[in-house]
C-alpha cells in the first residue's frame, strides 16, 4: 500500500505466526521490547524503532487483555504509518474501562484468530476488521483472488473438530498438552503457509459459538477474579492490568527464576492445563534466530520469558481444578 515503507514493527515477546504473516507479505519484521505492565511495546524502543521505512505497527493484545495505545496511534498518525491491532486471542473481549469499545476495532485494522485455544476456537480461520475505506479494498481485492477450499474439505474439517471437541470435553481438557504431537501452546514458525477462502461450515460453526461467546466471557472473567483473589499475592504481579477481566488465559508473573521453574513443571505433569507460554523473546526462538538476524537483547521480553505462567480460565476448569492449582503453588512456595 506504500511501497517504499517495508518495515513492520511486532513486539519481541508475542506469536512467531506474526512474523511468518509479515514475510509472507514481503516485509521485515522490526522487533521492540514490551512492558511488563500490560505486556504492551516499551515506548521509548517503540519511538526509536520507526522511521520513514515503517509500514505498520503491530499491538498484541496478549492473553486477551487490551494494551493502551492511545500514545502509539499518535506515533503512528505522525509517521504516516499504519496501527494494526492483534486482536488473535481477544475476541469478543472490550476495553475495562468502556464496555462498548470492542477490541481490535480502534486501528487502522484488527484481526482475530479462530484458531486452537483462542475465544472462538474453530481450529482454523480468522476475521479481518478494515477501519478505512483504503484498507478495506485492499483487502477485498487479496480476499478475492484466493483459492477456494474443495467441498470434500467440509467433511475432513467436520471429523477433526469432533475429535478436537472431544478433547475439549471438562473432564479431558488435560489430555490433548500431555500429547506432545499436538504441540498445544507450543511456538510454531511457518514460514510458508497455505491460505484459502474460509470454509462454509466452519463460519456457520463460528457464528454458532459466538452466540455463546458471552457465557463463556463471564466464566473466564470469574475464574480471572478468582486466582487474583486467592493466589498468594507474592506470586501475583498484576502491572497496571485488571484481575476481573475475561482473559484468554491468566498471566501469572513468578519473579523467582528457580521457583517459577518448580511450579511450571509441576502444574504441567499434573495436567493442569497452566503453560509457560512463549519461552523466549522471538529472535531467540531457534527457528527465528536466522530468519530475523537480530542480535538484540530486549531486556523486558526476556524477563517476561523467564517468569510469566499461564493459567487456564476457560469453563472446562471446576473449582476442584482452581484449588489443586492454588494448592501447587503454595506447596512449592512455601518448600523455597
Ligand atoms: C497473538 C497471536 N497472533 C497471531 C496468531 C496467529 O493466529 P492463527 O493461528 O489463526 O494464524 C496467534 C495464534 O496463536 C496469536 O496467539
Not at 504492551?40 to 522511521?51: A, Q, S
Not at 472431544?166 to 500429547?179: D, S, T
Not at 523473546?281 to 538476524?293: D, G, Q, S, Y
Amino acid at each position: 500500500m506504500k511501497p517504499d515503507r517495508k518495515e513492520v514493527i511486532i513486539p519481541a515477546y508475542s506469536c512467531p505466526s506474526i512474523v511468518s504473516a509479515t514475510l509472507k507479505a514481503g516485509l521485515r519484521p522490526v522487533l521492540c521490547d514490551v512492558n511488563l505492565q500490560d505486556f504492551g511495546f516499551f515506548y521509548e524502543d517503540l519511538e526509536n524503532k520507526v522511521n520513514a521505512k515503517t509500514l505498520a505497527i503491530i499491538v498484541v493484545h496478549l492473553y486477551g487483555y487490551p494494551v493502551q495505545f492511545e500514545q502509539i496511534r499518535k506515533l503512528c498518525k505522525d509517521n504516516n504509518s499504519y496501527l494494526v491491532e492483534d486482536a488473535a486471542q481477544a475476541f469478543g473481549n472490550t476495553l475495562p474501562d468502556s464496555p462498548d469499545t470492542k477490541v481490535g476495532l480502534a486501528g487502522d485494522a484488527g484481526f482475530y484468530s479462530f484458531g486452537r485455544g483462542k475465544p472462538i476456537s474453530i481450529m482454523q480461520g480468522g476475521l479481518l476488521a478494515a477501519q478505512s475505506e483504503e484498507v478495506y479494498g485492499e483487502t477485498e481485492k487479496i480476499y478475492k483472488d484466493l483459492n477456494e477450499c474443495p467441498a470434500y474439505q467440509n467433511i475432513n474439517y467436520c471429523f477433526s473438530l469432533g475429535i478436537y471437541s472431544l478433547f475439549l470435553n471438562a473432564y479431558l481438557y488435560w489430555l490433548p498438552q500431555m500429547l506432545p504431537f499436538l504441540n498445544l501452546g507450543g511456538t510454531i514458525f511457518e514460514p510458508e503457509f497455505e491460505t484459502s477462502k474460509g470454509l462454509g461450515v466452519a463460519s456457520e460453526i463460528a457464528c454458532m459459538m459466538i452466540s455463546r461467546l458471552e457465557k463463556e466471557q463471564e466464566v473466564r472473567k470469574a475464574n480471572s477474579k478468582w486466582f487474583a483473589e486467592n493466589l498468594e499475592q507474592r506470586f501475583i504481579n498484576r502491572g497496571s492490568r485488571s484481575g476481573a477481566y475475561p482473559y484468554l488465559r491468566y498471566p501469572l508473573i513468578i519473579d523467582d527464576r528457580d521457583l517459577r521453574s518448580r511450579i511450571l513443571e509441576r502444574l504441567i505433569t499434573e495436567g493442569t492445563g497452566a503453560t509457560g507460554s512463549y519461552p523466549t523473546p522471538l529472535n531467540e526462538l531457534p527457528k527465528l534466530r536466522e530468519v530475523l538476524a537480530d542480535k538484540m537483547e530486549y531486556s523486558c521480553a526476556k524477563i517476561l520469558s523467564e517468569s510469566i505462567v499461564t493459567l487456564p480460565v476457560h469453563s472446562g476448569l471446576s473449582a476442584k481444578d482452581r484449588e489443586n492449582i492454588k494448592r501447587i503453588i503454595e506447596q512449592e512456595g512455601h518448600a523455597n
